[in-house]
């Protein structure tokens, strides 16, 4: 097993910068390799202080911001511009609109195209023992689309490593109120007119039951390259990586519950999930008026919640682990934090009446499953009837099939990504 690899990795945004940074932990820490890491500012990246801090105090290593080293001014002036002009407001008109968003697209699109010669060159400098890892989801991105093409074209692996769990069972939780063209029209009117190519990763090192589950679903669209897809385990969420870096970095350990107030977290998911936000604005309500409830609402990471619909009062402005360090319950419908609350013993309460969806959660007796608002509330009103109901032997078992994939150990589990990583051959 050779391990003379240089390996270069990409980082946008919190999701992806929260799942590859056990996986650089244990690649630079214990296995002791050449690592490059990248940071792609359009995502906003900066804003992780905390996983910056990391990886700057812990992993002595820099973030190296890609579009400052390896674009020049003016390549920056104009991509900005192009962003800009593609975020206009449009016409109220339909056809007028398309138009509009096909000339804007269009310009967006050769723009560039002018500016990855950039990408070209760097992966044309880049040494032949190279793999490169950048988050999934991101196949249509600029720059990550050309990351594919050049890597492509001169023979460098890049692999997809997690941005995400995908916690539904149910493979459509996007639900569209507008028909949707033929398949082969709208793959059409993608590639020809909007430049939308089905350029896809060599490789994808992915949670478990993710490749019948995620990448056939409809947030995958067209996928079908199901062979590349590698299902290892979320290290994210394992007991040792969350001692390490949520509780080992400010917080304490499983913590004895204050009694004076019955403290609830509810997390706000992405409203593209068919969420029915009246019942949501609803629980919130019902729970501000309750007596002993401490409620705080934690906003999604990246702003596609409803947040602004909630008084600024309630919203909390640390992060989600800290939040989840202060609650005794957490209100949590379609997030894969849910994992965290359940390894750090938090119960965990689904509202299924807010949304049509299933998850992997319901139905093993880890989490409280609420079908009414009215119900919601009596359950948090008696924690302790509520804490009896779950079993840890059961939330234990869930965490080792889906966070640690089975494997006896958190080092067996790096192991396997550490391996995929250093051997994976085009």
């Known amino acids: 097993m050779s391990i003379n690899k240089n390996i270069v990795v990409f980082i946008r945004s919190h999701n992806d910068f929260d799942h590859i940074l056990p996986i650089l932990d244990y690649l630079i820490n214990v296995k002791l390799l050449n690592v490059t890491i990248y940071g792609v500012t359009s995502q906003g990246y900066e804003k992780c202080e ?17 579009e400052q080293i390896h674009y020049n001014y003016f390549s920056r002036y104009i991509l900005i511009l192009a962003d800009l002009m593609y975020k206009k407001p449009k016409c109220k008109l339909h056809l007028l609109n398309l138009f509009f968003a096909f000339l804007l697209s269009n310009f967006r699109r050769l723009i560039q195209e002018i500016v990855s010669i950039h990408v070209r060159k760097f992966i044309i400098n880049l040494p032949k023992n190279t793999i490169l890892l950048a988050d999934f989801s991101t196949e249509n991105h600029f720059p990550y689309k050309y ?26 939780p996007i639900k569209s109120k507008k028909q949707r063209a033929p398949s082969k029209v709208s793959y059409f ?3 020809y007119l909007f430049g939308k190519c089905a ?11 993710q490749k019948d589950k995620y990448f056939k679903s409809n947030l995958y669209g067209t996928f079908t390259k199901h062979s590349r897809v590698i299902e290892i385990g979320v290290p994210r969420f394992t007991r040792e990586w969350i001692s390490k870096f949520s509780v080992g970095y400010g917080l304490s350990s499983y913590k004895k519950r204050h009694k004076k107030s019955i403290k609830v977290a509810l997390f706000v998911s992405n409203i593209k999930f068919g969420v029915n936000t009246e019942l949501v604005n609803k629980i919130v309500n019902k729970l501000v008026a309750v007596n002993g409830v401490d409620l705080k609402i934690v906003p999604h990471t990246r702003g596609i919640g409803h947040e602004s619909d909630f008084n600024a009062s309630l919203v909390a402005k640390k992060s989600s682990s800290e939040i989840i360090e202060w609650a005794d319950i957490g209100i949590v419908y379609g997030t894969s934090m849910i994992f965290e609350m359940l390894v750090r013993r938090v119960t965990v309460v689904i509202p299924k009446f807010i949304d049509s969806n299933t998850t992997i959660f319901e139905g093993k007796n880890i989490c409280i499953e609420s079908n009414s608002v009215e119900d919601l509330v009596e359950f948090i009103c008696d924690i302790k009837s509520v804490e009896n109901k779950i079993n840890n032997i059961d939330v234990d078992n869930f965490i080792n099939e889906y966070v640690y994939a089975n494997c006896k150990t958190y080092e067996d589990l790096m192991d396997k990504f550490y391996y995929n990583i250093i051997n994976f051959k085009k």
């Not at 050049?150 to 490593?161: D, E, L, Q």
């Open 189 to 191: 009117i993608n590639k």
């Open 50 to 66: 905390k996983h910056i801090l990391y990886v700057t105090e812990v992993l002595k290593t820099d973030i190296i911001p890609f």
């Open 147 to 172: 990351f594919i093409k050049y890597s492509n074209k001169f023979n460098i692996p890049i692999v997809a490593y997690l941005h995400g769990y995908y916690i539904f069972d149910n493979l459509n």
């Open 199 to 209: 350029r896809y990763y060599d490789g994808y090192l992915v949670g478990t039951y």
